[in-house]
């Protein structure tokens, strides 16, 4: 680290903008320029000046104390102040964090009130789930639909190693929820088929990819980021420290789109506990139910079986089978979301589609 040479009060009576009246509210860093959090190291963090721009530069930042206990995760947008040069051993320091237009949490499990946030600004949750090797487990992906549609994210079910076992059963139970489902396969020649659609359906997004070991995430990750491990590696270039250990969420850059687009790996995170999702919030993802619950009885929980619950006689009222079928298969998955987040769903149910 340099001497402490720049920091936020330099700033804030910075010699030529002097004319700016000191007012009671913070001094605003005219100077700062705008950066994304790409990873979050121990008190560090790595972040873009111009990110996706042609004057890209991989910054090394620390928080400014005023921002005092707020954390700062991957996919935030801040504002840095100070040597933002990128060069070694330079340091930057982050004034500001912008609004998020997402915020995806989780808490350790259901009954801890401790909620982290994990990313910020991501559009979609990539939801990743081998079809075979190991087996698929609806509950984790109901888990995940439910975080993300508390967080207002999309989902995509990437469904991998469709060359060991069919896609169509988990597709017909997710297509219900408006989860986007892409399948992927390993191919004859070994390389995976179907990046083509996943890369394509990531344009221009910040995606978040969770998945339990063993689904092939990783081997989705360094498919889509063919220097995924030298992107990391950069982290440590600018960290300094030997090898990245941190568990935490890194933002990678995907070549050969349109728009800049951005996967988020995480790999600490295996599951979500749900203790923070509000039933409420759940509804809001499912604009038709929710318009209809608009009519259920005061505090109606709308799971099955309770009082005159306006979801049920909204199914029953469907004009023809068609319909009625695929209302019913709607409200049967969200009341299945609806139970993983109340937690009470049999733990020895099967956890097969079926
Ligand atoms: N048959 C088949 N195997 C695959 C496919 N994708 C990945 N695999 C294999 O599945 C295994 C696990 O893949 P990884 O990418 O390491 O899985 P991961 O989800 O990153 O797991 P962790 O590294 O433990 O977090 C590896 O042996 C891969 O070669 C696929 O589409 N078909
Ligand atoms: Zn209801």
């Known amino acids: ?27 605003e860093h005219a100077d700062a320029r705008t950066a994304m959090v790409v990873a979050v190291d121990r008190g560090r963090y790595t972040v873009l000046v111009d ?33 933002t040069s990128g060069d070694d051993g330079s340091l930057a320091r982050i004034v500001r964090i912008g609004d998020r237009r997402t915020v995806l949490r989780r808490t350790a499990d259901d009954t801890d009130p401790v909620e982290r946030v994990i990313v910020a600004n991501a559009d979609t949750l990539v939801v990743v789930t081998a079809l075979a090797d190991p087996e698929p ?25 469709a060359d060991l076992a069919s896609a169509d059963e988990l597709t017909a139970m997710y297509a219900p929820i408006g989860v986007e489902v892409v399948v992927t396969r390993r191919g004859d020649d ?25 689904v092939g995430k990783s081997t989705l990750v360094n498919a889509l980021v063919p220097d995924a491990r030298r992107a990391i590696g950069r982290v440590n270039d600018v960290t300094g420290r030997g090898r990245h250990t941190s568990t935490s969420a890194v933002a990678l850059e995907v070549p050969g ?8 790996d995480t790999p600490g995170v295996r599951s979500f506990g749900l203790a923070h999702v509000d039933p409420a919030h759940l509804l809001h993802a499912f604009a038709d139910l929710a318009a209809v619950a608009e009519e259920c009885p005061r ?5 099955e079986g ?3 619950c306006a979801l049920d006689e909204w199914v029953e009222a469907a004009g023809d089978d068609e319909t009625r079928a695929a209302r019913a298969a709607r409200l049967s998955s969200f009341r299945r979301l609806l139970l993983s987040r109340l937690g009470t769903t049999d733990a020895d149910a099967p956890d097969r589609p079926r």
């Open 190 to 214: 070994g390389a995976i088929v179907g990046l083509d659609a996943l890369r394509d359906r990531l344009d221009g997004e910040i995606s978040v990819l969770v998945g339990h070991s063993g």
């Open 257 to 264: 789109t349109r728009e800049p687009t951005w996967v988020v």
């Open 51 to 83: 990110p996706g721009g042609s004057d890209e530069t991989r910054v090394l930042a620390m928080k400014a104390r005023e921002l005092g206990r707020q954390r700062v995760v991957p996919g935030d947008r801040v504002d840095v102040v100070g040597d």
């Open 137 to 161: 487990r609806t509950r984790m992906i109901d888990r995940c639909v439910a975080a993300a549609y508390d967080a207002r994210m999309d989902v995509v079910l990437a469904l991998t190693k």
């Open 306 to 308: 309770s009082p005159d």
């Open 299 to 303: 505090g109606c929980t709308h799971l």
């Open 1 to 27: 680290m340099p001497a402490r040479a720049f920091d936020e009060r330099d700033v804030r009576i910075r010699p030529g903008k002097g004319s700016r009246p000191r007012t009671k509210q913070r001094p």
